[in-house]
């Protein structure tokens, strides 16, 4: 007996209560039943009567004549009133606190083959809106320690406030049954700081989960080595790319702008590296060009192991074992 009120009492509230408030008015409708069977002629009658009458609604449509069974009636109404009214203020005060734990990230994620975003900043924002406009349809878990609450209305988005080299909070974004993840540098750290807890969000995310894709923000290029030894897929230096940008403006001999046409390529086009088909092994580059700009592909460079060339002419031969690197469409 010890063991079930233990159980019980191990249950969550909210689900004791309702399963109290159904026992409760199943027995009352058993007791109704059995004392005026000509009352209530079903079993189901019975408790139709008692939730309607716990529940204070009353349509009066079985009423008991007999004094056992206005007695009944009286105690259903004082016990089952009660209990039900508590139970929907509790169900009330629990959706509350709920919502304010899930803004302030205390609820744990329960989903699997998730993309988990480690800062909230702009570049994790725009990252969201993209993944939202293109209607990818991912799931998201936000890491992120300088936030108390997460007042964004995005219902695909499961906020975890903590620090991404915590165990905690790693299980709490449920890290090890995750698919992708991005972590980003912090701007509000010096370079060598922001790099160095880029670092150790990898080993942690790596140490929970080996097979988890990582990619990684770095703003100095002799943190790459250590991010990609630390475990990073890819590994992706700010601040070398803003450079080049700042480079191409300042020295650029026409009207283009670079920014704003590497942004719109990058919004609309994604980089694709294929092998060579067979039919087009031993033949020349431009029969490749013309073969994938039919798809509205184009080819833009050329591997060769480790060794990618974009200076490409016509003539070109192209060899078996080589692979070609285009730029494709999304969802191509």
Request: contains cysteine; aromatic residues 10%.
């Given at each position: 007996?010890?063991?079930?009120?233990r159980l019980y009492f191990q249950v969550p509230l909210v689900i004791r209560l309702l399963g109290t408030v159904m026992v409760m008015m199943t027995l009352f409708g058993i007791i109704i039943h059995l004392l005026e069977p000509n009352?209530?002629?079903?079993?189901?009658?019975?408790?139709?009567?008692?939730?309607?009458?716990?529940?204070?609604?009353?349509?009066?449509?079985?009423?008991?004549?007999?004094?056992?069974?206005?007695?009944?009636?009286?105690?259903?109404?004082?016990?089952?009133?009660?209990?039900?009214?508590?139970?929907?203020?509790?169900?009330?005060?629990?959706?509350?606190?709920?919502?304010?734990?899930?803004?302030?990230?205390?609820?744990?994620?329960?989903?699997?083959?998730?993309?988990?975003?480690?800062?909230?900043?702009?570049?994790?924002?725009?990252?969201?809106?993209?993944?939202?406009?293109?209607?990818?349809?991912?799931?998201?878990?936000?890491?992120?320690?300088?936030?108390?609450?997460?007042?964004?209305?995005?219902?695909y988005v499961h906020f975890i406030h903590g620090d991404a080299t915590e165990e905690t909070t790693l299980e709490k974004a449920n890290v090890k049954q995750a698919g992708m993840a991005v972590i980003t540098a912090d701007p509000s750290?010096?370079?060598?700081?922001?790099?160095?807890?880029?670092?150790?969000?990898?080993?942690?995310?790596?140490?929970?989960?080996?097979?988890?894709?990582?990619?990684?923000?770095?703003?100095?290029?002799?943190?790459?080595?250590?991010?990609?030894?630390?475990?990073?897929?890819?590994?992706?230096?700010?601040?070398?790319?803003?450079?080049?940008?700042?480079?191409?403006?300042?020295?650029?001999?026409?009207?283009?702008?670079?920014?704003?046409?590497?942004?719109?390529?990058?919004?609309?086009?994604?980089?694709?590296?294929?092998?060579?088909?067979k039919e087009l092994e031993e033949k020349p580059l431009l029969q490749a060009l013309e073969y994938y700009l039919k798809d509205g592909c184009q080819v833009i460079g050329v591997r060769k192991e480790d060794k990618v060339t974009f200076?490409?002419?016509?003539?070109?031969?192209?060899?078996?074992?080589?692979?070609?690197?285009?730029?494709?469409?999304?969802?191509?």
């Amino acid at each position: 007996m010890q063991h079930w009120i233990r159980l019980y009492f191990q249950v969550p509230l909210v689900i004791r209560l309702l399963g109290t408030v159904m026992v409760m008015m199943t027995l009352f409708g058993i007791i109704i039943h059995l004392l005026e069977p000509n009352s209530f002629p079903t079993l189901f009658d019975g408790i139709w009567w008692a939730f309607v009458t716990g529940s204070t609604v009353g349509y009066g449509d079985y009423v008991p004549l007999s004094l056992p069974g206005k007695i009944t009636s009286i105690l259903l109404i004082l016990a089952g009133g009660g209990l039900v009214t508590f139970y929907m203020a509790m169900l009330s005060s629990t959706t509350v606190r709920h919502e304010k734990a899930l803004t302030s990230g205390e609820v744990d994620y329960r989903g699997s083959s998730h993309l988990v975003l480690v800062g909230w900043n702009e570049r994790t924002r725009q990252l969201i809106d993209r993944i939202d406009g293109e209607n990818l349809q991912e799931k998201i878990v936000l890491i992120d320690r300088s936030m108390n609450h997460f007042y964004e209305r995005l219902s695909y988005v499961h906020f975890i406030h903590g620090d991404a080299t915590e165990e905690t909070t790693l299980e709490k974004a449920n890290v090890k049954q995750a698919g992708m993840a991005v972590i980003t540098a912090d701007p509000s750290k010096k370079e060598q700081q922001s790099d160095q807890s880029v670092i150790h969000q990898i080993v942690a995310m790596k140490g929970h989960n080996p097979d988890l894709f990582i990619i990684a923000e770095v703003l100095t290029d002799r943190q790459r080595i250590n991010a990609e030894r630390a475990g990073a897929d890819t590994v992706i230096r700010s601040n070398d790319f803003m450079s080049s940008l700042f480079y191409q403006e300042l020295y650029k001999k026409d009207p283009v702008q670079p920014f704003d046409l590497l942004l719109k390529l990058l919004t609309s086009r994604q980089f694709h590296e294929t092998e060579i088909p067979k039919e087009l092994e031993e033949k020349p580059l431009l029969q490749a060009l013309e073969y994938y700009l039919k798809d509205g592909c184009q080819v833009i460079g050329v591997r060769k192991e480790d060794k990618v060339t974009f200076d490409l002419r016509p003539e070109m031969v192209l060899q078996k074992g080589e692979a070609l690197v285009l730029f494709t469409p999304f969802r191509h």
